[in-house]
């Protein structure tokens, strides 16, 4: 994680870090691991932090909701950002990707892959998916530049691999009509329902006892 | 054709088996069911973790090596194989969390302090069909498919009787059925907002059902703990109401349906083959192909 933070630090024009405590890997991940995490990014970049999120840290469950809350929050941060960029964004792209570059040949594999792509609008979009030491996780660092300034940078911790999102992308083919109840003595000629297990005399008798 | 059903409470839940036969007399029928209740019976011995006399409660505390049933060692893989596919969530040494969520052996219901579950790779090791070692104390619990595992266990002994054409076994919602003429068994599935209903009908050919819900097994202030926990996170799942599966096995559908609480169905596409039902909380439905048409929809 600091070999990840001194590459971040180390790029050019990148104005600001977020922490997205919770997100991806948060089935995996205590409170205190968590907490470090958050400690070592503010020794390593503490002058890049006044955006520090803590999303998702509370909800573990609903990962993508911390995920979409993450996102929200982060695009209000890239709007902040835009007045500290002074630099003109050509000026900060080629920099940039001279620098990712030099820190992949001294970091090894640390940077996955580097994509530029130019929208027909002038849009330059700047993907960086960066593996962690962990080896698990990726952020992809996204930046747009229009009109030759940055309007936006997204550092967007790929959450693919959270349970929540798995089960949205596996129940891609949800039945979309709404599922009614028959009463049972409606239905002729059951062998066995199929549910949850019956509960016992003791079970009952002693959830009413409390 | 004669269908006998015999009736019993067991392992937690209701247990019934009906036989259907030609020429089976009643008496023998009836000594058949005596020999599964006592198999029950048994199982319960060895591997609730609810009784203080149960082989699994004398595990307690203990290391080393230990020589243990064939059946014990049978759920351990079952286990290993859906504790790799489900990221780790599926455990069978779960015991002593769920203890400590309240679901103990006295039933008291009271949330105290969790600890970590061990890493299965670290704590146990299955040396041969008849030992494992025990690297550090566990507490085993195989409620995932230990159920599943046991209507197998009756349902193989079950079929090497001889005269008996077709058996149907239902442990308190998770069922097996054999049919030696191919007939289907049908099978309603219980809507979990109201026990009274179904939300759906399946035939079942020579195959296992089982299912998971939430909604009869809870316990707290109001209701707000369940059976089913992510051993992670050290807290009950959330987003499912309720799951059901069919597979071959009862052992493997009964982890299956446990295991989709935690996990997608396409973490466990390439490790087992299997149909399924999901109703999550929001009462979006989720189904496998072979079953699209199972569910009573407006």
């Known amino acids: 994680m600091k070999k990840s933070l001194k590459t971040l630090t180390a790029t050019f024009g990148i104005a600001g870090l977020v922490i997205l405590t919770g997100c991806g890997e948060a089935t995996d991940v205590t409170k205190e691991p968590l907490d470090q995490a958050v400690e070592v990014v503010e020794q390593k970049a503490g002058d890049m932090m006044d955006s520090t999120l803590e999303a998702g840290k509370d909800a573990m469950e609903g990962t993508d909701q911390a995920l979409e809350k993450a996102m929200d929050k982060t695009a209000e941060t890239g709007d902040a950002m835009m007045d500290k960029v002074t630099e003109t964004g050509e000026d900060i792209m080629d920099k940039n990707t001279e620098m990712m570059k030099k820190q ?26 960066y593996r962690s030491p962990a080896g698990a996780e990726t952020i992809a660092v996204s930046m747009t530049i229009t009109g030759g300034k940055v309007s936006e940078i997204i550092a967007t911790p790929e959450a693919v691999e959270s349970v929540s999102i798995k089960h949205q992308a596996a129940f891609a083919e949800a039945v979309s009509a709404k599922v009614v109840g028959k009463s049972i003595a409606e239905i002729a000629d059951i062998d066995a329902i199929g549910g949850s297990s019956l509960t016992t005399g003791g079970f009952k008798a002693a959830v009413a006892a409390l | 054709m004669e269908r006998r059903d015999y009736t019993t409470e067991a392992t937690g839940t209701q247990w019934t088996i009906s036989l259907w036969s030609k020429n089976l007399h009643e008496k023998d029928s009836q000594s058949i069911w005596e020999s599964c209740v006592s198999m029950i019976d048994n199982f319960e011995c060895n591997y609730s973790r609810f009784r203080k006399d149960s082989f699994l409660t004398s595990l307690v505390g203990r290391t080393g090596k230990v020589e243990v049933p064939k059946d014990m060692i049978c759920m351990l893989q079952h286990y290993r194989k859906l504790y790799d596919a489900s990221g780790e969530l599926i455990t069978p040494l779960g015991g002593q969390m769920i203890s400590q969520m309240g679901y103990d052996a006295s039933y008291t219901f009271q949330m105290k302090a969790v600890e970590e579950v061990p890493v299965f790779d670290t704590a146990v090791e299955i040396i041969d069909s008849k030992n494992i070692f025990l690297h550090e104390k566990v507490h085993f619990d195989f409620g995932a498919l230990g159920k599943g595992y046991l209507i197998d266990l009756v349902m193989q002994k079950l079929r090497k009787q001889k005269d008996i054409n077709r058996i149907l076994i239902n442990a308190g919602g998770d069922i097996a059925h054999w049919s030696e003429s191919g007939e289907k068994a049908r099978i309603g599935l219980e809507n979990p907002d109201n026990t009274e209903e179904i939300i759906g009908m399946i035939e079942l050919g020579s195959e296992a059902l089982t299912s998971s819900a939430t909604n009869k097994r809870r316990w707290g202030k109001s209701n707000e703990y369940h059976h089913i926990y992510n051993p992670k996170l050290k807290k009950n799942t959330t987003d499912i109401k309720a ?56």
Do not use: C, P, R
């Open chain 1, 104 to 129: 992949e040949v001294m970091d090894g594999e640390a940077m996955e892959k580097t994509d530029e792509t130019i929208g027909d609008d002038g849009t330059k979009n700047l993907d960086v998916s």
């Open chain 2, 243 to 298: 799951s059901w599966v069919i597979h071959q096995k009862a052992a493997i559908a009964d982890g299956i349906a446990t295991s989709l609480f935690l996990i997608s169905s396409e973490d466990l596409d390439s490790a087992f083959s299997f149909e399924y039902a999901v109703l999550t909380m929001n009462d979006e439905l989720h189904v496998s192909g072979a079953l699209q048409d199972t569910f009573f929809t407006q």
